[in-house]
């Protein structure tokens, strides 16, 4: 057991973290058996050892990879690798043991100085910027490293992502800046060009089957329908496997494309894709909303239905104000994953009508995908993966769903 047991088919990237993460363990014992030089020297000398100069650790990194790929499994695997306090250590272990004290408060999300940030609104603001990093300057409690992990910096707004970079360019001496993002394209240049690159790859289908019969208990058969289905995604194929309605769901999607006849069809097949979205965004509000609801009230001294004191409206109002913005941001994930598993439909039946067997969109599809290759030709397929690829573009650029949803099933006819 290690705390790399999760992070699958990505040997090159656990083979670097690791040894980043004994660097980082040499560098402290060394520095701690060394003679107390003055504090100057001593922010001097930890800033050196943080900027990766010939040396394996550094200050900031940036994971990129395609959803599914474990980018936020390898930054907090490495944190906690960074925080590992095992006794092997002293026999010349490597850091990441997956239970000691260190590393099992990191894997939890409990330890003091290890900050995970993730969201599932639109964006991150300015303002939480300033507080991640009010808080990376703060010295470590456990006299090591204060590491931030940041799962969304793709989301970062152009202010916030200005915030960062004073905070990545001159880091404190113990803060280590761990960044995730789909592609560099997603962090700002000037923040990327100050982070140490990892790219990681989508897992092998294999390698997913394997790890959620190992971790999950599921059964193989299922295990491996789930992640041919996904291509690969590690999180959309342990629900796929664990949940009826996510297979319901794609059972939907996957029937569509037979469905758009005419243009009555098309704006049908477009409400519902669009209604399935807002049942999902609506089941999650159900589940969280009230619950944070009740904790504002309470911590503002209005719990068992009491009135609200003087003043407070205002939190109440924010509140409310970011569970929207979740709920729009649910919304648009759970349509993208629909045009994703309607991308690989239109894949299936390309690779069909090019002669090849290789199906990426599920086995439970193959006699509808090769209906729909018999039905039509390569060029037409072509402009409907298109399609399915302007709507995801136009849903990003904040168009009203149903309105893009709409266009891409009338050009998909």
């Keep these: 057991m290690s705390v790399w047991d999760d992070l699958v088919g990505q040997e090159r990237v656990t083979a670097q973290l690791a040894a980043a993460a004994r660097d980082a363990l040499t560098r402290a014992t060394a520095e701690s058996a060394a003679p107390s030089p003055s ?23 940036l994971f990129t990879g395609p959803p599914g790929s474990g980018r936020s499994t390898a930054a907090r695997a490495f944190a906690a690798a960074l925080q590992c306090v095992s006794p092997d250590l002293a026999l010349g272990g490597t850091p990441g043991c997956g239970f000691c004290d260190g590393c099992h408060t990191t894997l939890i999300g409990t330890h003091a100085d290890v900050e995970v940030v993730r969201t599932d609104l639109l964006t991150i603001g300015v303002k939480e910027t300033r507080e991640l990093v009010r808080r990376a300057q703060l010295a470590p409690a456990g006299g090591r490293w204060q590491v931030i992990v940041l799962e969304d910096a793709d989301r970062l707004t152009e202010g916030a992502g200005n915030v960062l970079l004073k ?11 761990l960044l995730c993002a789909p592609s560099t394209e997603d962090a700002l240049p000037t923040i990327r060009s100050r982070c140490r690159h990892l790219a990681l790859r989508t897992p092998p289908v294999d390698a997913v089957a394997d790890i959620l019969m190992r971790r999950d208990g599921i059964e193989p058969e299922v295990a491996l329908t789930a992640a041919r289905a996904t291509q690969g995604h590690i999180g959309r194929a342990k629900r796929l496997a664990t949940d009826e309605r996510a297979r319901s769901r794609r059972a939907a999607v996957l029937a569509l494309p037979e469905r758009l006849t005419d243009v009555g069809g098309c704006l049908r097949a477009a409400q519902e894709l669009v209604d399935a979205a807002s049942a999902d965004a609506k089941e999650l509000a159900e589940e969280l909303d009230e619950k944070e609801t009740e904790e504002l009230r309470a911590a503002l001294g209005a719990a068992d239905g009491k009135r609200l004191p003087r003043g407070t409206a205002g939190a109440m109002k924010e509140l ?24 690989g439909f239109y894949r299936d039946v390309l690779a069909r009508q090019f002669g090849s067997a290789t199906a990426l969109a599920g086995g439970e ?21 298109e399609a399915v690829l302007a709507c995801r573009e136009a849903l990003d650029r904040n168009v009203a769903p149903l309105l893009a949803v709409e266009a891409m099933t009338m050009a998909l006819r």
């Design 365 to 385: 599809s193959a006699a509808a995908v090769d209906r729909v290759a018999a039905a039509t030709r390569p060029e037409q397929t072509l402009r409907r993966m």
């Design 320 to 343: 409310e104000d970011r569970q929207k913005r979740r709920a729009t941001r649910t919304q648009r994930d759970a349509l993208d994953l629909a045009l994703i598993d309607l991308t």
């Design 39 to 61: 504090p100057s020297a001593s922010a001097s000398a930890s800033a050196g050892s943080a900027s990766g100069s010939g040396s394996a650790m550094t200050h900031a990194w």
């Design 167 to 177: 905070a990545v360019e001159e880091p404190a001496p113990r803060t280590v800046w």
